[in-house]
Each structure stands twice: as C-alpha cells, then as structure tokens.
C-alpha cells in the first residue's frame, strides 16, 4: 500500500463519521476492504487529527525567501563601490595620464576592484567616453523586425560613466566628469570579474603559452590544471575555461587557413634546417596539388641501413581532406619500426602509385628494397614492378586478415576454438604441402570451405602465407603485430585525427618521427650494458657480445623454447639431425612434425628446413637445440646480419638531424629560448619567497625587457 492511497483512505473514513467539513467536497476514490480492516478509527475523533495521525510525520520544509527578496527592485537604489578601495585608485578629476589609453587602463582596474565591467561608447581624437557595461537597455524586438536569435542581455540603464578628455594646451588626458553610482549590484569577486569582459587578462606571454600547449596536444581539462597551479586555484584565472575552448576553436581555424602555401613553407623551413630534406608535388593542369611526397634527412638515413625490406600502405585517412596516408615503413636493428617517408594521395590509382614510388626511389638514391609488403590492391600491384624492377612483393598478412576481419570475426563466434587453430596453421613453419594438407584438414573439420573469407584467403595463399616464399629474406617485416603497431602509432597516440590539415599533418609526421628518433637513441644507450645471459654455452658468451639488447633478448626467448625439443641423428644422411617438440600435439599430427636439420661443424655450414635463418636472419629453434647439442663454440659471421648487430647503423654522409637546435654561436630561438627559460624559473624561485625580492625581481625583469626590446634582432633559422 502506498502512501498517496492510504492517505486517500484515512480521509474518506473520516467523513462517514464527522460532520460536514471541508473535507467532504474533496472527491476521493473508494477504499477497498482491505484498506477499511487495516486501520481502525475511533468514530469521535476530529477530521483533522485522524487525518495527521493516520499519515507519516511532516518534516519541517526548505527555509523559504524572505518576503523582501520577492519584491520588484527599487529603480532608484544607488550601489556605489567599496569605500575601503584605495583613493589612488578612484577616478577624479585631479589624475592625469599621458595617453588615452593610460586612462582607459586605470578606470578598468578601478572597475575591476569595485565590480562592474567596462565598455568605450565614444571615442574621437580628444575625447573618450567609458561606460558601466550594463548601460542602455537591450531591445529585444526591433520595429518592423521578427525576433531572430534568443540572447541574453545584461543592460539595465546604469548611468554610471567617466568622460576623458585631452587638454591640448598642457598635452595630458583628465576625467572632465565622473559619474559613480549605478543602479545594480557590484561584484567585486574575482570568481565574477574573470567573466567580466574589460578584465579578462588575456597576456600575449601566457596566450603564447596556451597555444604551445595545444599545439603539444594538451586536452582542454589538462591545460586548464596547469593555469589553475600557475594562478594558484581556478578561482585566479584572469580568464574563463570557455576563453581557452574559444582560443583553441580559433587557433585550429587559422591553421586551416591557407592550409597549402603553410605547407610549403613547413617544407621550405625543413629544408633550410637541413638540405637532404626531401620533398615533391605533383600538381594538375590547374595547377592545384594532387600529390605530396616528403622525407626527412633522418629517415633517409635509416633507409641506408634498414630499407631492406619495406611494408607499404594507404590504410590511413587521418587528415580533414580524407587523403589516404601513404606510409613507407621498416624495422631498425632494435626491432623497432622506422618510417622511411610519407606521402597524401588524391586517390589509389597505377599512376599515382607510380609517381609516388619514383619519388620514393629518386629520394632513396636510386636503392630499391629487396622486398615491399602491401595490402592487397591491385593498383599497387600493377605499379610496383613498373618502378621496382628487382624487388619481391608480397602481400602483408596482418592486412589480408583485416581485409576479412567481420567474416572472420562470425567464423570464430560460431566455432570454438577456430581462431586459435587458424593461426596456428598460418604461423607454423610448415612446408607447402604441409600447409595445404593442414589448411583442407581444418576447412573439413569445421565445414568452412565455402566461406567466402576462407576463400579469398586462399586465393591468394602464394602471395601472404610464409610456407610459399620462406627463401625470400623478410627481416621479420610479415608479422602481424609489426603493421598494427603503425597503426596505433598514427591513430591511437593522438598525434593527429580527421581534422587535421595538411600543414599540421606534416608538424604532427616530425613529432612522430622525433619520438621514433628519442625511442631508438634510448634503446641504443641501454644496449650498451651487458645482457643478462641466457646460457653458458660459448656461443651465446658470442651472440651476446655482437646482438642488440632487443635482439638478443628475442635470441633468449628462443633458447628457452629450445630447450622443450630433442634431438636424434639422422641415420639416412651424415651430418643431419631430427629435432622434434618433446610435448605431443593431440590436435594435429603436422605440430609433431621433426625439422632436419643440417650441421657441418668443420665447414662451419648450418641449415634448417624450416628456414626460418633465411625468412628473417634469425636463428629457429632446431638450429639453437643442434649449436648446444654439438657445443658450438662460435658462430660463422655469415649467419650474424648486421642490421641485427650494434653497429649495425653506418656513419651518413649528412647530419641526420632534421632540426638545428644550437647552431653556431647559439643562433637559433628554440636554443635561446630554452636556456632562457631555466634562468627565469630560477630567478622566479628566489624572487617569490620574499617581498622585498618580488619587487627586486619585478623591477629587474621590467627593465631587462625594456632593453632587450631596442636591441635589433639576429634570429637564426
């Protein structure tokens, strides 16, 4: 029972006992028998006592407005400022100024004390008229016009005003009159006036600082802890959150202006950093660009050390022109991924490919890669061997399984354990015939052969299943996690999105290659300590001394996986070893198969028929069980590729650094500004700890920037 109903209730069984009260002409529902056997009344009680005993306890309500504050407001009541305000910084008729606008700075901060916002609404050569913002009134309908746009208005006609005037003879400005009273309240607070327009601080040094730190990618809440810890609270700010919203809405508008002239001279500026910056355009016949193509001095210079073997794809539109991103992307010798170059393509047609793989060939020095992984895209296909005459293609298994990403996502929601056996059979170092023997086994077990994503894996099984081109050397590129981590680096790191536009596309493109750039040096100075070992073998003491931190710890990982295979000679042939997982696979008999392996210790020649040494220039894990079976001592130098070594990468003969930051005799801004920088925080760490330092401080800095803005400039590049 609720309350509403047993209220209801009390009420109407009251009036078949009472007298006519007014009560009675109340229209209640009729109570049901069992509401009338629930509660029992006494026939001689008052209406109005069964009525409040037969409910919950009032609670005492809300405190409610005095009857004052619901009356209309006196027109005519004068609000007048602090009187605790310090005279000095009252208006009146003895102050003088030298400028306009020296008075018009001191009436605002008077106003900005006594709580009440500023607006010019006269101004000629010699006379200046300042009014309470809240002056006139706001016409909500104009005549003969329809109301267009709801918007609010603060006017009430004050008359509060100041008139400035210019004494020509003297050459000085002077309030002529003064009107002090206004007819509304003042607010003094800073948490009111920083929405007061005439006192919103808007400092160019502090703005500049807001916009470097937009232009970091700092998010809106974030930028506005750092200013609240600056002014010591939010309540500090000389500025609203919706000042800072509506400074970055307009920052990102002007960097959309002129979007193309920007980006030419972003590559202008590269270009004057460093002359093997490289870049070209290809315009049409209006002359308007269609293509861009660009690569840094440092991105060049890997590509001489690690351009071997090259992923390529235009999987990305990151930018408000849906251009497709191009990218042209490798591995370094830490295993890391390394940009070579990018590009913005008007579309994916042959010849645009075409001309953006010449411009990549032209940049690189005439180099062709080895090997180039690609999506499958039939355009790049037709373009690749027009350009690249001697380098392989393959498609890149990360992007086939995308391609079929839904279809495959079905198969695996409506068969347990597809997904896990599926990879498996891609993954494992198998043979051709092993490959296709697995592959039919699995569409038989699951019933899957006509699936259209089955299918279309198939098809074109030569092209991006390891077991058909294992003698073509990869470098490790085919993994799948190696193109997801480009993607995540474009996309998920936020260092550019759909409304980026070229010019900041191409800023935002140096950071990602400077946080490369900053990942790999700390990776090459780490690699200078010692490695944990993975074993005493002699050859390990070998491969520990020679591989990266990177490399070797992948060498380790293996070692350890080694360690659950065994091995047997081979009794057919001499020097040849079976080595076989010691845990039985019950899913498949092809997990259980036995690599022969090939071990000629004296003519120091090693071969397995997993070749996985050749796919990637690593060792598997049947030749590492065959080197601690046979206790190699050292390994031949032929099986130790460079690019996994320490000094793997070669001495350029350019500087590989794409941004001069010193440059001679500490010309650059960027190197000023920096050691300028640490000299203020610490003068700013002494001068704030006492007053008679703040006003040292106050009064040195005033002065330094006094003289350093008469001294002309001499601004590197």
């Known amino acids: 029972m609720d309350v509403v109903n047993a209220t209801a209730f009390s009420v109407a069984s009251v009036s078949e006992t009472c007298p006519a009260t007014p009560l009675e002409q109340v229209v209640i529902p009729a109570p049901t028998p069992l509401l009338q056997s629930s509660i029992e009344i006494p026939a001689s009680a008052p ?34 400022h602090d009187p605790l305000l310090p005279h000095s910084i ?51 309908y104009k005549p003969g016009q329809d109301r267009v746009r709801e918007k609010m208005s603060m006017r009430c006609a004050c008359k509060a005003f100041v008139k400035v005037k210019w004494n020509k003879k ?58 609240s810890e600056i002014h010591g609270g939010r309540q500090n700010l000389p500025f609203t959150e919706m000042d800072l919203k509506n400074r970055r809405a307009a920052g990102a508008r002007a960097e959309r202006e002129n979007d193309i002239p920007k980006l030419l001279e972003f590559f202008k500026e590269m270009k004057a950093q460093n002359e093997y910056f490289y870049h070209e355009v290809q315009v049409d016949d209006k002359n308007v660009i269609k293509n861009v193509f660009w690569s840094h001095a440092s991105q060049r210079a890997e590509y001489v050390d690690f351009g071997d073997v090259i992923t390529f794809n235009t999987t990305y539109r990151t930018n408000m022109y849906n251009m497709p991103l191009a990218m042209f992307v490798g591995s370094n010798h830490q295993l890391q991924n390394v940009v070579f170059g990018q590009a913005l393509l008007q579309d994916e047609r042959a010849d645009t490919f075409e001309w953006l793989f010449k411009a990549f060939q032209t940049c690189m020095f005439g180099r062709d890669p080895r ?65 296709e023997a697995a592959w039919r086994e699995l ?13 279309g894996l198939w098809k074109y099984r030569d092209m991006w299943v390891a077991a058909y081109f294992k003698h073509l ?29 070229m010019s900041k596309f191409a800023r935002k493109m140096l950071e990602v290659i400077q946080h490369t750039n900053h990942t790999s040096a700390g990776e090459t100075h780490w690699s200078q300590a010692e490695n944990i070992r993975a074993t005493l073998q002699p050859f390990d003491k070998h491969l520990n001394r020679v591989y990266t931190r990177a490399v070797y710890k992948k060498y380790r990982d293996d070692y350890m996986a080694s360690t659950a295979f065994r091995i047997d000679a081979d009794p057919e042939r001499e020097d040849t070893y079976l080595v076989t997982h ?40 049947h030749l590492l069980k065959a080197f601690t079976y046979l206790q190699i001592t050292n390994i031949p130098s032929d099986y130790i590729l460079k690019r996994y070594t320490r000094d793997a990468r070669s001495v350029p003969m350019w500087d590989k650094h794409d941004i ?45 920037t006094e003289l350093a803005s008469t001294i002309p400039n001499d601004i590197g590049p």
């Open 47 to 80: 209406a109005a006592s069964v009525a409040s005993s037969s409910t919950l306890p009032t609670e005492t309500p809300p405190q409610a407005v005095s009857p004052a504050t619901m009356l209309t407001p006196d027109p005519e009541e004068i609000y007048l």
């Open 90 to 140: 009252v208006p009146n008729e003895e102050k003088r100024f030298a400028t306009g606008d020296e008075a018009y700075d001191f009436y605002c901060y008077y106003a900005s004390k006594a709580g009440f916002s500023v607006r010019i609404t006269k101004t000629r050569d010699s006379v200046l008229e300042l009014s309470c913002k809240k002056q006139g009134k706001w016409e909500f």
């Open 170 to 227: 003297k050459d000085y400005w002077f309030f002529e009159r003064i009107r002090m009273e206004h007819n509304h309240p003042l607010h003094p607070s800073p948490t009111q006036t920083q929405f007061m327009h005439a006192h919103k601080n808007k400092d160019p040094v502090m703005m500049e600082f807001v916009d470097q730190l937009y232009r970091a990618n700092v998010n809106h809440n974030s930028t506005v802890n750092v200013l």
């Open 371 to 435: 090997l180039i992984l690609t999506d499958q895209d039939s355009s790049m296909a037709a373009a690749i061997p027009r350009v690249f005459k001697k380098t392989k293609h393959r498609l890149c298994r990360w992007h086939m399984l995308k391609k079929y990403r839904d279809e495959l996502r079905k198969l695996y929601d409506d068969h347990d354990g597809l997904k896990i056996k599926l990879l498996t059979v891609i993954n494992h170092p198998l043979t051709i015939a092993e490959f």
């Open 443 to 455: 569409e038989n077990e699951y019933g899957i052969k006509d699936n259209e994503a089955i299918k």
């Open 473 to 501: 050397y990869c470098g490790r590129m085919t993994s799948t996690q190696r193109s997801e981590s480009v993607n995540k680096m474009v996309k998920d790191r936020g260092f550019m999105d759909h409304m980026t536009c």
């Open 582 to 621: 010691t845990n039985e696979s019950k899913s498949y008999a092809w997990l259980q198969h036995s690599f022969r392996v090939y071990a000629n210790v004296g003519a120091g020649k090693y071969t397995c028929e997993c070749r996985t040494w050749e796919h990637t220039g690593l060792f598997c894990r």
């Open 660 to 704: 001069v930051t010193i440059g001679p005799n500490c010309s650059t801004e960027q190197w000023r500004t920096s050691k300028l920088l640490n000299l203020a925080m610490v003068a700013v760490r002494a001068c704030r700890k006492s007053s008679v330092g703040f006003e040292i401080g106050c009064e040195k800095l005033i002065a330094l």
